[in-house]
């Protein structure tokens, strides 16, 4: 099993990768956030409309909402970094976004640009210069209606020893 399937078998284990968003994203484990969908190619992140996740208008706030589809572009690129010799480093360098409909129940964030991901990291894995990739993610509600965009420029880059 490769490394990047091994952090995947770990997303998919609910009950270990919960204590992982305790440990390390609490803010994503107390507002619910579930990974539902994770391969190569594509992550699917669903957040639900609750307390912790709405805004005074009866809608999802959105920072929750970004929190939700940054979490899908994020698992896809972890699971390309994880344990890789040498390390390599990854953050979200820029991010834009669209809302379309206010967001009044569960959303489920899809990001379909996986290898995408893993062509940067092995481009700079190769070269050892940096590399930036443009990722989408698209929440749709429980009606299946679009109700946010985003795009996320991640940058990777190899660690020097």
Not at 70 to 82: D, F, N, W
Not at 88 to 114: I, P, Q, W, Y
Not at 126 to 143: M, P
């Amino acid at each position: 099993m490769s490394k990047s399937e091994s952090f995947r078998e770990t997303v998919r284990n609910k009950f270990k990768f919960k204590l992982f968003m305790l440990k390390e994203l609490p803010s994503a484990f107390f507002s619910g956030l579930t990974v539902t969908t994770i391969t190569e190619e594509k992550a699917v992140v669903t957040i639900p409309f609750k307390f912790l996740t709405k805004n005074p208008f009866k809608s999802m706030y959105f920072a929750s909402q970004a929190m939700a589809a940054e979490l899908s572009t994020g698992v896809l690129a972890i699971s390309q970094t994880y344990k890789r010799k040498p390390s390599v480093s990854m953050l979200v360098f820029e991010m834009s976004a669209n809302f379309s409909k206010k967001a009044r129940s569960t959303v489920a964030f899809t990001c379909n640009d996986g290898l995408k991901i893993k062509n940067a990291v092995e481009e700079t894995m190769k070269t050892g210069e940096g590399v930036t990739v443009n990722v989408h993610s698209v929440g749709v509600d429980k009606d299946g209606d679009i109700v946010s965009e985003f795009t996320f420029v991640w940058t990777f880059k190899v660690k020097k020893q």
